[in-house]
Structure formats: C-alpha cells, structure tokens
C-alpha cells in the first residue's frame, strides 16, 4: 500500500492583486483541510513548496499556522528546488510519511510573483541558473538555446512548438482555474505579432508559461489512513533525479534527468506508457513539453514533434498530455506548480475535473521540472477511491 | 537502533573572501565525504540547508553534485527555515533514511553572507520577520524587544547576558573553526565602547552573533549501515516544533516552540538534564541563550541569570553550554549553523573536540532556532563509537 492524497485546494492562478503570499496560502489550507474532511489538530506536518525573492517576506513555513490555532506547533518546513520546490514539499511529506513520524501531512506550494515587475521576475528567476556562467541570461534565454540546439540538431520545429502552444492553450480555456482561458489557436502561436512578440528567438510570448500569482495544497496520508476518507488518489510511484545546475557540464537537450526520473517512476509503478489515462508535465516553454515527450519515451530523441503533430498530446489524443492546460495557459506560480500538478491529476483520478476531465482516468503521470532539467520528479498516480 | 553520523567536515567560520557558495559546498562535501570514507556513488540523497539571498545565486541544491561525477543524478534538495535551515535538511535525511529510501545520506549546511554589505545582511535577514508587523525591524532589533521585554518583566540582566558573552568568546577563543578567537572578558562584553557600541538598546555588538561565511556537513546512515563505520554519533531523539511567526501572536519570552521541543526530544530520549554533557544552543544573541537556559529547564521562568552567573553553563560547570563559544564567537553563517552544532557535538561525543573537549561527553544536546523562536529543532545525540 501507498499514500495517497485525500483532499486538496487550489486557487485560480494569474494575477491577482488583491491576494499576498500568506492569504493565499491561508486560504489552500484551510481549504484543503475542509475538503479531506481533516481536523487542523489531526495534521502532523506541514511542508510547503515556495521560490521566494518576489517580496520582502521569507521564510514562509511557518505561515500556514495562521490558518488555524490548532496549527500551532505542528513541524513545518520550506522546501526549495526552484520550479519544482511544490514536488520537492510533496517528497519531503512522503519521505514523513513513509519514516511513520506523520500520518497526515498538509502539503502547501504557493507563490505570489506579481508584486514586482515582469523584469524584476525575470532577474529573480536568473539566480535559478549558474551564475558563473549563465548569469547574463533570463530563463526564456536559456530555454531558447536549448531549442535553437535542437533545431540546430534535429531540424526547425516551429510548427510543432506552435501546435504545443495552442493545444495547451485549447485545454486550458477549459479550466476554470487557468490564468489565460482563451483559445488562441495555432496560426496566433505560430507567428511573431504586435501581440505575439519575440521574446528570445526562436521563442515568442506563446512559448512561454506565464507570470503568476496561485496556490495549491493537498492533504497526503499514511496508507492505513486512507479508509477514513471518503476519495483517494495513490502514489504508485515516485521518483526524484538531480543533474548538474551548470549547463556546460551536460548535454543538456538530452533531458537525461527527466529521462531518469520517468523510467524510474515508470519501473517503480509497474507501468507503462499505454496504461497511462494522461500527463501533466513541466511546459514551462513549449520546447520543454517536446523534450519530454522524448523524456518519457513517447518518441525518440529528435522525434519529440511526431508526438503533437499526429495528434498523440492532444486531448482527444491516445496519451493527452496537459489536459489542464499546463503551465503555458494555467499559470505558472513557481512554488505553487509542483502541487499543482498533483492537484490537477486527482481530479482527474476522482472524476472531477469538470470540463477538463479525460475518460477513463485510472493512472496519470506527473513531471515537475526545476531549471534546465536539474531538478526532475516524476510521480504516478493512481485512482483508489 | 537509530540513524548516525558517521563522517564530518567543517570549514573555518568568518569573512572567508575567497570562498563562494559554491566552493564552501564543494570543500565540505569533499571532506565530509573522505572522513566517513564513503564513495560518492554510495550516497542515496543530498539534503542542503541554506537561506540564500544573498548573492544572485540561489537553487543550490545540485552544487554539491560538481563535487565527485558520482554523485551526478542522485537526489538533492534544499531545505529553508531562516537561521534553522540546517536542521532542516538535517531532519529531511533523517526522514528519507527512517522510511527506507536513503542509507546514506550527505547533509550540507552553508551560507556566504559576505558578498553583501552588514546593512545589506540585515536587511535580508530581516525578511524571516513577519513583514506585515515587523518590516521596520532588523534582527538585532527584534532580540532588542524581548530584552527589554525580559528585563520589563523579570528584572534588567546585564550583567549575566555579559557574562554569557565572555563565557562564550573564552570558549570560541579555543575552537579553531571559529570567527573570533579572542577571549573579550568580561568588562568589555559588559559595557558599550567604541569598539563595542550599542546595536539596537539593550544589545551591544557584543551580544549579538557574527557575519559569517562557513559551511559544514554529515554523512548520516542508516542503523543497519552503522557497523560499516569507525566512527559513529547516534541520533537518540529529535524533535521539531514551529511557532507561529508574528510576534503578536504570543508571548514571545515565553520561548514556547523551544520549550517544546526540548521537552519532547529529551522525553523521546528517556533523558534528564543531568545526563547531558554539554549543549550546543542558539546563542544569536546573548538573550538567546538565557531563555534557552529556561526553556531546557536549567531555571524557571525569569531565573535564567543563575545559570550564567552559578557557572552552571561555563566550560568547567555542571553543563557547559556552547564549548564552541556559539554563534557568538564562532560565527553565523545562518544556512550552515545547524549542521555547524551538531558537527561540533559530533567532535565532543568521539573525544576529537581537541581544546574544547567537554570531559566524559557521552550525551548531548543541540537547539537550534530559526527565526524570534518560530522554527526550533532539537537533537540528542549519543557517543556510539
């Protein structure tokens, strides 16, 4: 038997101003916990999921406690590994869980990144890659090299960049949590415009997930818990693989931290590609969701495209991937996105996420993604209850 | 049984200006690891404890992977909770190894502050405040307020929180890891001066822990893996209690979070004051330590002096108190300090503390605080071998 999460929160993400980092935060938890029907006083650890460098205010762990007085004293800690600090606050309830030292864990990511500028965000964002030798760039620079190599090795993907784009954004026009609800189509994705401008070449604003304030928490129990809630959503697997930070020490088009965290949790789960229902996974830039069809094997490397072009990602597609929109159209709050993730799937696997949902939604993958590739983690979910 | 450490290293604390974030993590993972003899391919997961901001560089979790091409694709994470974050990777290892996942695991503890400016330092420090009521105050200022809250309450102690000062700067003057290694006495601890000026009323400099770079880690197995090792410091009990961050919220000379946990570590560990040793505790400012006194127990409330001016918490007392000479003396680079303690009770409790060995150190206590008592962890340890 495995943990599995039995209630959950989330916040509409895009930008919104009249929230902070605490009050987003106080509100997934006290959602959360109403939603598993948990008493604050049941919970025995709190691990959240936060960036920081957006505002004055750090060390957040602490924060949630403000929820509910019965919060008090209860063990909580911030878990860091840029994009991916949501996962990395799951692994560290999982790892509390699995050591028999909890048997209830609120799980927490949020970030709240509109208070500075989208320059200001960008800089913040920068200190993620090594500075040494990648200071000068924002990420939509380092994501941009990474696809110019691509091109450079397998050929211009243009085309399959913008079909990514606009499924993406297709899904999340349907999502009433999604920052951008409009369906932009391919030929807006495709070309640069007034609107569509290029950010770093070859990558235009449609290439881009979005700058974004959101919050997400889930309530994750030890497997002898799971029979007093009335839905559950299984951890079959989990996996977590760190890579270089500096870019010159790997071939880093390659994906080879992905790669191994989705074999790992794949071999774990006892799964294989056909079993999945979906994925969401980390497209932080639509050169990234390419890299990770090739990451979890749906094509071979230089093959990513085949996967959008013959319709495989699509929703309507054998392996949709991104049902929620992902990153590119629901937002992309950093700390928030790893539970976010998770969040999006258990609706899935519960048959409850409305106009998103995918049919027959028994087994579903997670990939959440820290800088280039550096942090992977790969989770497989599945239906219980 | 229980987990233990097995190997350590410590680098220098102080203004270390050829050192970088980076070549602090390189150096202790390096040491670390050849102390405990363990080959980089045989650690299961890296857990780093570092607050950040204060260069560009933040995401450090896979710096230590640069350290050996083996540990290239194991799991890394970096741990937050202010001036606690190192036992907060300490008590993420500790986790993952009680639930199976790692038999060895490399815990590092670090932080360059020095690239900023004292005032620039302060500020970023000052961001572990809740910023909604305490934004306006520095660190030095918000120990300020629980003095004078102390003395309002209990009597004005000047004296002892000078005596606590001189104890620890004798001590530090032994220690060779640590930042001042200069024995100030008494009179200078007691009365402001030039050189020892006034910092936020009550608190002088010489009340207040030092600006440092440093770093320091532990290779910590599992108890089955134990016997494979020369040397070994058991882990006896644990705990971790968080407090809610306003100050508003509670009494916050009350010391409750550390109280707490005190209290639940020593019970877990079937232990008595008189059966510790010496104790490491978080002496970021001579407060500090004399509510730590009464939050261990060592007085009641508002009779923490009498442990200072008895001689219970010198060097040759019934419980010497930071043989290290605490933050105070050796230095508080914020992310490492939490690794710093316990790898300095490691030394105690295998008889390699050189001049400041405490005598017949077979038990021992580490408390370390994040923020104005918001994170406290504390830690028995016990000479295994």
Known sequence: MQAAMVGWAHTRFGRLDEETLESLVLRVTTEALADAGV?????????????????????????????????RFKPATRYENACASGSAALHGALDRIAAGRSQIALVIGAEKMNALTTPEVACVLAGCSYQPEEGQLSFPGIFAQMAQAYFDRYGEQLDALAHI??????????????????????????????????VAPPLKVSDCSTVADGAAAMIVVAPERIGDFRKAVGFRATAQVTDYLPMSMRDVIAFEGPRRAFAQAMTAAGARLDDLAF??????????ELLSYEAMGLAQQGEGARVILDGVSRRDGRLPINPSGGLKAKGHPVGATGVSMHVMSAMQLTGSAGDIQVPDARLGAVFNMGGSAVASYVSILEAIK
Not at 52 to 71: M, V
Not at 279 to 288: G, L, M, R, S, Y
Request: negative net charge; glycine residues 6%; proline residues 5%.
């Open 39 to 71: 008493a604050a006083d049941d919970v025995d650890s709190i691990h959240i999921g936060n960036l920081g460098g957006f505002d004055a205010q750090s060390f957040p762990a602490a924060l949630p406690l403000q929820a509910a007085p019965d919060l």
């Open 165 to 198: 784009a606009a499924k993406n954004h297709a899904n999340g026009a349907l999502n009433p949590y999604a920052h951008i609800r409009k369906d932009l189509g391919f030929d807006y994705c495709r070309h640069a415009s007034e609107r569509n401008r290029m």
């Open 279 to 288: 994925a969401e996974v980390h497209d932080c830039f639509t050169i990234a």
